[in-house]
């Protein structure tokens, strides 16, 4: 997701973002159920319209908290040449080396992933259903973002690159024109060892595709011009330029189904994630699971050690 979910006034078109666009994130959350061992499907599957739903949720809180939008991304280049050598990859690490306010500004995405892996294993263990598919959807939402290789560079939208729009054209649109005729079964979900540790791989994988990202569309930019690779369309009453399907075509193309391997990695990391946090709750029966929340003792108990993992 970008940093702020705004309108974005170009000299010749206007653009609405939002991370991997939402028809993405629900095909990605709604995927991964179906990776799912059999001893855990059961309750996925009997909830997976409300997993599906629920994938965009992180997103729209962008509305209406102000500490939502750093969560989504991390701007590597910020760190130097050499980010991964750079950042602590331990929260209490990094904030001691950096501030929590130079961490939050420059996007926090790994660490938010394991924060949400830890809430999904308290859930599990000591949650309701609502619960524990709010916090699957939200791990699945931020997850997602991690496998976007514009979610790890403050070039998040090819800003100074002279290149606006190609956020929304990477993640939105080549989805929506063609996740149609991707193979969603990539085998089953594995156990991860180390939430942190694999958030942070998935982070390292994706922004090593920047680079690419950016010159293959400039360089399919030089075979269109402006009127082949932008349309006129109508949005909230005014004019704009949208991509047409030829450029979106031959940019996918030229990307040689980068988009489509990134989304098959979200797939397959949430549901891992998702298997690996039921183990490590001790493999409870989430279909015996209550269906409200409990008393209002309990919901303070369990929303104080809730905050606990996030400090």
Not at 113 to 134: C, Q
Not at 195 to 206: G, P, T
Not at 218 to 245: A, P
Request: aromatic share 14%; charged share 25%; with cysteine.
């Amino acid at each position: 997701m970008l940093r702020f979910i705004k309108y974005s006034f170009l000299i010749f078109s206007v653009f609405i973002f939002c991370s991997w666009g939402f028809h993405a994130h629900r095909t990605i959350n709604r995927n991964a159920v179906y990776l799912l061992p059999s001893e855990l499907s059961g309750f996925f599957i009997l909830h997976i319209d409300e997993i599906e739903a629920a994938s965009v949720n992180a997103d729209k809180r962008r509305y209406t908290d102000t500490i939502e939008a750093c969560k989504h991304y991390i701007d590597l280049d910020l760190y130097g040449v050499s980010p991964f050598d750079s950042i602590p990859k331990n929260w209490y690490d990094a904030k001691s080396y950096f501030t929590s306010d130079t961490l939050k500004s420059r996007g926090i995405l790994p660490w938010v992933i394991n924060w949400e892996y830890k809430k999904l294993v308290w859930t599990m263990d000591s949650g309701s259903v609502e619960e524990v598919l709010k916090a699957a959807a939200d791990l699945g939402h931020y997850v997602a973002d991690a496998c976007v290789p514009l979610h790890t560079t403050s070039n998040y939208n090819g800003q100074f690159s002279s290149q606006k729009g190609i956020h929304a054209l990477w993640e939105s649109r080549i989805p929506e024109s063609f996740s149609y005729n991707y193979d969603y079964y990539i085998g089953k979900s594995v156990y991860l060892e180390n939430s942190l540790d694999f958030a942070w791989l998935l982070i390292e994988e994706s922004n090593i595709l920047v680079e690419s990202t950016l010159s293959i569309e400039k360089l399919v930019s030089l075979e269109f011009t402006k009127d082949d690779k932008f349309r006129l369309d109508s949005q909230n009453g005014k004019i704009v330029h949208q991509y047409t399907n030829e450029f979106i075509s031959q940019y996918n193309f030229a990307l040689d189904s980068m988009v489509e391997r990134r989304l098959q990695r979200s797939i397959f990391a949430i549901s891992s994630l998702w298997y690996s946090a039921w183990i490590d709750a001790g493999q409870p029966d989430l279909l015996n699971l209550k269906e409200r929340v409990g008393s209002n003792k309990m919901n303070k108990k369990r929303n104080f050690s809730l905050k606990r993992i996030h400090e």
